[in-house]
């Protein structure tokens, strides 16, 4: 049965297990990875689903019992990019986001679909003329971009809800409002609303959204801010704002993360938490060479509670703010893999989601389902 995952090796029932003091909460990763008829999604139930970055390998075998039990929605973490899914002008690779779309069809799970513009794991072709190497013209790419968005929204019509339409196009550079990537280059500006409508035309019921991390930096927020402001105004159609939360146990701070939802909630507009992890390690946004200390890659309980802080904090927040976020995903599904490990720095081990390697919850699982 899936919601019986972790084998019961005990009677101690799951209500006595919610109200032990934290002191004891040692013994809860035990004792709940037993127990556990209850996953994330039934804590939330009454407030937004909970969701989590898939790959078709995770879900074969016991790992998609797992999701089944935990997460009421999935994202896939790779396989719609516009690279995987189209790695070529006239072929779409469908293999593995349809696997992932007929596991939800199967299982009654929500799908996000990730993301139709994004100037990473962009193919090579599509800013190219082949012919002369050189960039194409605006009309051509945006003509490629509608050619694209047309076809993959169509595809999984009425099974996606809702759609990361242009992920990331704000700069980091202070001084810079836009991202300096090819869209930008080639498009100006004009690529973003497009997109928008590209994805509307080939299904209005969808949710737009646009999608950016660090976004709880206060200048950063201000550029987002700006860009869907603008979109809305425009009458563009934009429904919601999804902040990644890729954050870490030295932010956001709880005044941070609340005015950010809030300044976007004022907005009219939804907000979803759509790739959470809170790294071990204090935030860095570019990556970098090891350095030695990055030999200690031990999750000590100094970590452990600090991370277990940060989590308690941030989804006292995401519950305040329930009548605005529609949903949270996590980015990865437990410790055992996350791309953390290999950013910002290469090989070094990092801890950062509810679940352990063995799939057991952490002491910050029982902090978020305590309320
Ligand atoms: C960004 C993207 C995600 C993923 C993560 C890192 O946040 O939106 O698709 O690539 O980076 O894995």
């Known amino acids: 049965m899936n919601r019986y995952l972790f084998t019961i090796i005990t009677s101690i029932p799951a209500m006595m297990l919610m109200t032990c003091s934290s002191a004891n909460q040692t013994q809860h990763s035990s004792v709940a990875a037993i127990d556990s008829t209850k996953g994330l999604k039934d804590y939330y139930k009454n407030y937004f689903p909970v969701g989590v970055a898939v790959a078709p390998n995770t879900l ?21 990019k516009m690279g995987p899914i189209h790695p070529e002008e006239n072929r779409y690779f469908w293999r593995d986001a349809d696997s992932i779309v007929s596991f939800a ?8 679909g990730h993301n139709l513009c994004w100037h990473n794991q962009a193919p090579r072709w599509l800013f190219r003329d082949s012919a002369s190497g050189k960039n194409v013209t605006k009309e ?17 019509k009425g099974k996606i809800y809702a759609w990361d339409v242009v992920n990331e196009a704000i700069s980091d550079n202070k001084d810079e409002y836009l991202r300096n990537s090819l869209w930008y ?6 690529y973003i609303s497009r997109a928008f409508e590209y994805a509307h035309e080939a299904d209005p019921a969808a949710q737009l959204f646009y999608n950016d ?28 704002v999804g902040l990644q939360a890729h954050w870490a146990i030295n932010e ?14 004022d907005l009219g507009l939804k ?18 060479e090891r350095k030695p200390e990055d030999a200690n890659t031990v999750f000590s309980s100094e970590k452990e509670n600090s991370q277990l802080e940060m989590y308690k904090m941030c989804f006292k927040i995401f519950r305040k703010y329930q009548k605005v976020i ?8 437990s410790d055992r893999h996350s791309w953390l490990d290999n950013f910002p720095v290469r090989g070094r081990k990092d801890y950062p989601l509810l679940f352990d390697k063995d799939l057991k919850p952490k002491k910050a699982f029982w902090e978020v389902v305590k309320f």
């Open 60 to 80: 074969r075998g016991d790992l998609a019992q797992f999701v089944l039990q935990q997460f009421s929605s999935i994202t896939p973490e790779n396989a719609m």
């Open 105 to 112: 069809q199967k299982h009654g799970l929500r799908v996000r």
């Open 140 to 156: 051509v790419l945006l003509q490629r971009l509608k050619d694209h968005i047309t076809t993959v929204v169509n595809r999984y």
């Open 185 to 190: 280059q080639i498009c100006g500006e004009e």
């Open 213 to 240: 991390y660090n976004e709880i930096n206060p200048i950063k927020r201000e550029k987002i801010y700006r860009l869907v402001k603008s979109l809305k105004e425009a009458g563009v159609p934009i429904n919601a």
């Open 252 to 265: 956001p701070s709880e005044q941070q993360l609340d005015s950010t939802i809030k300044r976007f909630a």
């Open 271 to 288: 907000v979803q938490i759509t790739e959470m992890d809170i790294s071990v390690y204090p935030k860095e946004h570019n990556a970098r």
């Open 326 to 333: 529609s949903g949270v995903t996590f980015w990865n599904i």
